[in-house]
């Protein structure tokens, strides 16, 4: 999803919004409370935020500069530090998902028009133009922002992004080969909704 300078810095700094005005609804014992996520509570949803900034930050980086800065280094550095961050002291954790989110957000604005055009390796492994950075950090704080159970829904995203949002996932999932299934229940030709695999 190519959007630069169009939809998706600003869907970024929305939904970037929402979500740091969701955590500032909650109290540091609302963070020890579980979520959804299996095993992690709103600890580690504020953790994962801000150590993606961060992944997101090195991808920046690699655009600006040419040096390769991979996302994690391996997918249980991504684990370790979500672990870890969840376990810090609350006032820290809130300092530093703020501190993270703008400086992901000033790396980004300074980036080249050249730079933006540079190819980047997501944590998946796909290879894509700098332009999707923001995008992926949309996206992770949109959701999140809803996984926080702090009065946040989708109704509460700009319609524009669950769009968008809606066409990524289901894009992803019919590369998984959830597709067919999918098709059926959302054309209402099935009525239970089907079983599906993670997201990311």
């Known amino acids: 999803m190519n959007m630069f300078p169009g939809a998706a810095r600003e869907w970024m700094g929305t939904a970037t919004a929402v979500f740091l005005d969701a955590l500032d609804r909650l109290?540091?014992?609302?963070?020890?409370?579980?979520?959804t996520l299996p095993g992690w509570t709103r600890r580690h949803v504020v953790a994962h935020v801000h150590f993606n900034a961060c992944a997101l930050g090195r991808l920046a980086s690699?655009?600006?500069?040419?040096?390769?800065?991979?996302?994690?280094?391996?997918?249980?550095?991504?684990?370790?530090?979500?672990?870890?961050?969840?376990?810090?002291?609350?006032?820290?954790?809130?300092?530093?998902?703020?501190?993270?989110a703008a400086g992901l957000a000033a790396a980004l604005d300074a980036l080249t028009p050249d730079a933006w055009q540079a190819t980047v390796i997501t944590a998946q492994g796909r290879t894509v133009a700098a332009t999707e950075i923001p995008w992926m950090r949309a996206r992770e704080v949109a959701v999140h922002a809803v996984d926080l159970d702090a009065g946040v829904g989708f109704a509460d995203?700009?319609?524009?992004?669950?769009?968008?949002?809606?066409?990524?996932?289901?894009?992803?999932?019919a590369a998984a080969g959830e597709g067919p299934a999918l098709a059926g229940w959302l054309t209402g030709r099935t009525?239970?909704?089907?079983?599906?695999?993670p997201w990311l």
Do not use: C, N
Request: charged share 30%; net charge negative; hydrophobic share 40%.
């Open 27 to 35: 109290t540091d014992h609302d963070l020890d409370a579980p979520t």
């Open 62 to 100: 690699w655009a600006a500069t040419g040096t390769e800065q991979r996302m994690y280094a391996s997918p249980d550095q991504r684990t370790a530090e979500i672990g870890a961050g969840a376990a810090r002291p609350a006032a820290e954790l809130r300092r530093l998902v703020r501190d993270s």
């Open 157 to 173: 995203l700009p319609a524009e992004l669950t769009a968008a949002l809606l066409v990524d996932v289901i894009g992803k999932r």
């Open 191 to 197: 009525a239970e909704a089907p079983r599906l695999g």
